[in-house]
T-cell receptor, first 114, second 109 residues
Framework: IAGITQAPTSQILAAGRRMTLRCTQD?????MYWYRQDLGLGLRLIHY???????GKGEVPDGYSVSRANTDDFPLTLASAVPSQTSVYFC?????????????FGPGTRLTVL | GQNIDQPTEMTATEGAIVQINCTYQ??????LFWYQQHAGEAPTFLSY??LDGLEEKGRFSSFLSRSKGYSYLLLKELQMKDSASYLC??????????WGAGTKLIIKP
């Protein structure tokens, strides 16, 4: 089934631990994104990638890193988790960065940092 | 700064019509999106407006006025399954989406 998958579905993590959230899409989309969604706030862009091999910083990149080794995968790494990174994380993809291309979202990862 | 404003919560009756407003101030404008998000699920695309006017898609319509920095989403013949949050997002000059906090729509029988 075409779409985006994310793993894990949820995770409880001790502060200071390293964590990688996985994201894979099979739509051959060029652009991919990582957002976090917090209660009372809009989705906030963490990092994005315009195409394989390139990445860019969004609105809230500090404490996060990404890589885009191929078209399909876009992992998000928290090098040393802090409680303020407790959130729901959504990965998304679109045909390209520009214009009216809708973004397709994965099911999300609910992360709790204690 | 960039800002998207929409009401936090609205209530409507099954079978009725509801209009959800969105006002925005952004660095540049490359279109406005509406997404639907059911509780605990991912956002899903509803509509895209880049030119002024009304775009109709079944029971849902979306309107844009760029000069006023204003959009609305109109939902007709409301059904219980329309209970969800509706997210307004504007694509800025860097082609990044700036999102509103969402409007939670509660449908009552």
């Amino acid at each position: 089934i075409a779409g985006i998958t994310q793993a894990p579905t949820s995770q409880i993590l001790a502060a200071g631990r390293r964590m990688t959230l996985r994201c894979t899409q099979d739509m051959r989309h060029n652009a991919m994104y990582w957002y976090r969604q917090d209660l009372g706030l809009g989705l906030r862009l963490i990092h994005y990638s315009n195409t394989a091999g390139t990445t860019g910083k969004g609105e809230v990149p500090d404490g996060y890193s990404v890589s885009r080794a191929n078209t399909d995968d876009f992992p998000l790494t928290l090098a040393s988790a802090v409680p303020s990174q407790t959130s729901v994380y959504f990965c998304a993809s679109s045909d390209s960065l520009a214009g009216g291309n809708e973004q397709f979202f994965g099911p999300g990862t609910r992360l709790t940092v204690l | 700064g960039q800002n998207i404003d929409q009401p936090t919560e609205m209530t409507a009756t099954e079978g009725a019509i509801v209009q959800i407003n969105c006002t925005y101030q952004t660095s540049g404008f490359n279109g406005l999106f509406w997404y639907q998000q059911h509780a605990g699920e991912a956002p899903t695309f509803l509509s895209y407006n880049v030119l002024d006017g009304l775009e109709e898609k079944g029971r849902f319509s979306s309107f844009l006025s760029r000069s006023k920095g204003y959009s609305y989403l109109l939902l007709k013949e409301l059904q219980m399954k329309d209970s969800a949050s509706y997210l307004c997002a504007v694509m800025d000059s860097n082609y990044q989406l700036i999102w509103g906090a969402g409007t939670k729509l509660i449908i009552k029988p």
